[in-house]
């Protein structure tokens, strides 16, 4: 296994619409995604790109979101996970639990439609790990 | 201004040599870099080479680090900023200084030899974002 690169990092935000504005006015992001629903992960998300990866804006769905806690705490927003490819999910969840990492959940599908695991922060020193199968496309 | 290369991603941590291990064994990470101090910020650093960007692992380096606060509240450590480059730091504060953001301080060298700037979270929805001039090798 080698560390794979950084497709995104998520940052929770109370406002997609705000955080857009934000990015766009002091940073001049320009490629912009249009905001979309996962409601089966309980997020609205929007993927801005920088030249070389991306920020993923995650805002709640619903009060049930998994995030709403996250922003309960940190009202204001802030980061909330970094995602790594792997070239093989499966293999890569197997030599997590191999090395004792606890894997939240099974493989399933993430916001850019190949399966993603999530890994609990006290593996990664308070830090949310989520691992994405590399789109085939990028091979 | 156009939205630059993510440089790193910082990531604080108690104790750099726990967090390269982990790096390590649970994501296979193998290009690292030797752990140096910036005794004038406060920190000792270390990067971790993604394939497209890097995680700057960061330690403090005495009591009077500053992120030893961070670390009271995040024992374990966590996700602590994120690194956009920028190709002239003064342009890129004085676009942040007319959009009304609380730029941290003057520009000063930072950890790859090049000015950088923190900009205040309560400008970026919670998220600590530090501006760095380019290497002028990369342009």
Redesign the interface.
Same mark, same amino acid.
């Given at each position: 296994? %080698? *560390?794979?690169? *950084?497709n995104h =990092?998520g940052?929770a935000?109370?406002s997609i619409a /705000?955080?857009i504005e934000?990015?766009r &006015? *002091? *940073?001049? /992001? @320009? @490629?912009i995604g249009e905001p979309f629903d996962l409601p089966a992960q309980g997020v609205k998300v929007c993927f801005?790109? /920088? !030249? %070389? &990866?991306q920020?993923e804006l995650i805002e709640p769905y619903d009060q049930n979101s998994p995030i709403a806690g996250f922003l309960k705490k $940190?009202?204001? #927003? #802030?980061?909330h996970?970094?995602c +790594?490819e792997v070239p093989d999910i499966h293999a890569a969840v197997a030599?997590?639990k191999a $090395?004792g990492?606890t894997v939240l959940g099974e493989p399933r599908i993430g916001a850019h439609g190949t399966p993603i695991v999530f =890994?609990h !922060?006290?593996? +990664? #020193? #308070?830090?949310l790990?989520e691992l994405m199968e590399s789109p085939k496309g990028d091979h």
């Open positions: 296994m %080698n *560390l794979g690169r *950084l =990092v940052v935000t109370p /705000a955080s934000t990015y &006015t *002091l *940073l001049g /992001a @320009a @490629a801005i790109d /920088a !030249p %070389n &990866t920020i $940190n009202p204001a #927003g #802030g980061q996970h970094v +790594f030599h997590l $090395n990492a =890994v !922060p006290k593996d +990664f #020193g #308070g830090m790990v």
